[in-house]
T-cell receptor, first 114, second 113 residues
Framework: QQQVKQSPQSLIVQKGGISIINCAYE??????FPWYQQFPGKGPALLIA?????SEKKEGRFTISFNKSAKQFSLHIMDSQPGDSATYFC?????????????FGKGTSLLVTP | DTAVSQTPKYLVTQMGNDKSIKCEQN?????MYWYKQDSKKFLKIMFS???????INETVPNRFSPKSPDKAHLNLHINSLELGDSAVYFC????????????FGPGTRLTVT
């Protein structure tokens, strides 16, 4: 059962544009929401993460927006660059009986064109 | 300095064989994980170990068994390999408590022929 739903599956953005990836979850016990960036042949790398006590977190060009009531969160990449072309995964986790395991979305393949 | 390392990077083997993948972390973390990434890039948790105790065991075949000799290592043993086991396997680690941040290794691409 997919606990975190991610969209879109793929995204093409022009250089300098804003990339937006959305995720939704059902389990209200989730209290940690990270985003990972994965380049081909590499492991996922932690990009930015948020907890539900804040509605937004910004780190450089990357911003997470979090809507607890809607159980949705999104990643915004400002001034997108060709080097941002990668697969992005949202995830959710909680300190529950299942430990700290990350429940991942299916990923978004981002292509930033020059 | 590599934070989370895995060996081998690539593993090609025949059906029915037994193989192991090794993972080591030098971050001082106390929890380690194994994830499987399928051909569609979907990442799914397989196991996690905290202080040498298995705290997650998802619905994976019992042909898969994690072994943790110490906090810095979590190896994955796979018996009687099947074609469907072909995937990329990632090791990850984190520090329990305040932060859930997980750091992933470079992955091991397993191909079963």
């Amino acid at each position: 059962q997919q606990q975190v739903k991610q969209s879109p599956q793929s995204l093409i953005v022009q250089k300098g544009g804003i990339s937006i990836i959305n995720c939704a979850y059902e389990n209200t016990a989730f209290d940690y929401f990270p985003w990972y960036q994965q380049f081909p042949g590499k492991g996922p790398a932690l990009l930015i993460a948020i907890r539900p006590d804040v509605s937004e977190k910004k780190e450089g060009r990357f911003t997470i927006s979090f809507n607890k009531s809607a159980k949705q969160f999104s990643l915004h990449i400002m001034d997108s660059q060709p080097g941002d072309s990668a697969t992005y995964f949202c995830a959710a986790s909680s300190n529950s009986n299942s430990g700290y395991a990350l429940n991942f979305g299916k990923g978004t393949s981002l292509l930033v064109t020059p | 300095d590599t934070a989370v390392s895995q060996t081998p990077k690539y593993l090609v083997t025949q059906m029915g064989n037994d193989k192991s993948i090794k993972c080591e972390q030098n971050l001082g973390h106390d929890t380690m994980y194994w994830y499987k990434q399928d051909s569609k890039k979907f990442l799914k948790i397989m196991f996690s170990y905290n202080n040498k105790e298995l705290i997650i065991n998802e619905t994976v075949p019992n042909r898969f068994s994690p072994k943790s000799p110490d906090k810095a290592h979590l190896n994955l043993h796979i018996n009687s390999l099947e074609l469907g086991d072909s995937a990329v396997y990632f090791c990850a680690s984190s520090k329990s408590g305040i932060s859930y941040e997980q750091y992933f290794g470079p992955g091991t691409r397993l191909t079963v022929t």
